[in-house]
């Protein structure tokens, strides 16, 4: 009976904690209020402070867990949608992300290497180019871990959404299918918010990219491991 009161209680709190966030951010429109980094961090730390072991928390926010299996199916929703302007661009979107992507795991893993970081997290950072729904069940059949992986994409994210659209206009992308697929790419689904607020074809691009390059980050992540990890 106490660990069912304890689950049900552990389950209500993350679920509570992130809505409460993500209220916030929809309120205030900032970028960087990430509701999934500042859940991250509030509930890691009641976890410490509570003393409650992972094994208990990962019981009970297991209904959660099994969801990431679902929205990564409903991603296609948005390629679909999106299907007849993304074939329009197809070369072009088919070698930008596909550089992008084996670019994006070749470095992660190669440079985790060079400063000495251990195999878990080498393979860790190796699909963080692609948005979480996708980055961390990669991240776990290749032995990383999921937690680390889902919160490196997460910075990575809000940096590129914070950055990402003044770095563009500095170096002269005009182009406004080429600014969302830029966005989508590099700051995954928290760009594609961002890329919203610009109009609707950065948006629309923003999200086929988010999709394109998540597929494309999962197949150059196994060869990322496979060249560059350390045994």
């Known amino acids: 009976m106490i660990d069912v009161v304890r689950n049900v209680l552990l389950f209500v709190a993350t679920v509570a904690t992130f809505e409460g966030f993500r209220a ?6 900032k970028v960087w209020q990430n509701p999934l980094l500042f859940s991250f961090v509030v509930l890691a730390a009641a ?27 409903a991603l296609g929703l ?3 949608a999106r299907f007849d302007t993304l074939r329009a661009h197809a070369k072009v979107v088919v070698v930008a992300l596909g550089a992008g992507a084996a670019v994006g795991a ?23 180019s692609a948005t979480t729904a996708i980055a961390a069940p990669v991240s776990e059949r290749l032995g990383g871990d999921p937690s680390l992986t889902a ?12 950055v990402g659209p003044a770095l563009l206009r500095a ?53 990322a491991v496979k060249l560059f990890a350390p045994s």
């Open 24 to 29: 916030l951010q929809t309120r205030t429109r």
């Open 47 to 73: 976890l410490v402070v509570g003393k409650v072991d992972m094994r208990d928390y990962r019981e009970a926010t297991f209904p959660l867990a099994i969801l990431v299996g679902p929205s990564v199916v």
């Open 78 to 80: 948005a390629l679909d």
């Open 106 to 128: 070749g470095s992660a893993v190669g440079l985790a290497r060079i400063f000495g970081a251990s195999r878990a997290i080498c393979v860790s950072l190796a699909p963080k």
């Open 151 to 162: 919160v490196v994409v997460i910075l990575i994210g809000v940096f590129g959404a914070l």
């Open 171 to 223: 170096i002269g992308v005009r182009n406004r299918y080429a600014f969302g697929l830029a966005l989508g790419a590099a700051a995954h689904l928290v760009g594609t918010s961002r890329a919203k607020e610009e109009g609707p074809v950065e948006e629309s691009a923003s999200a086929a990219a988010m999709v394109v390059h998540g597929v494309l980050t999962a197949g150059f992540a196994w060869v």
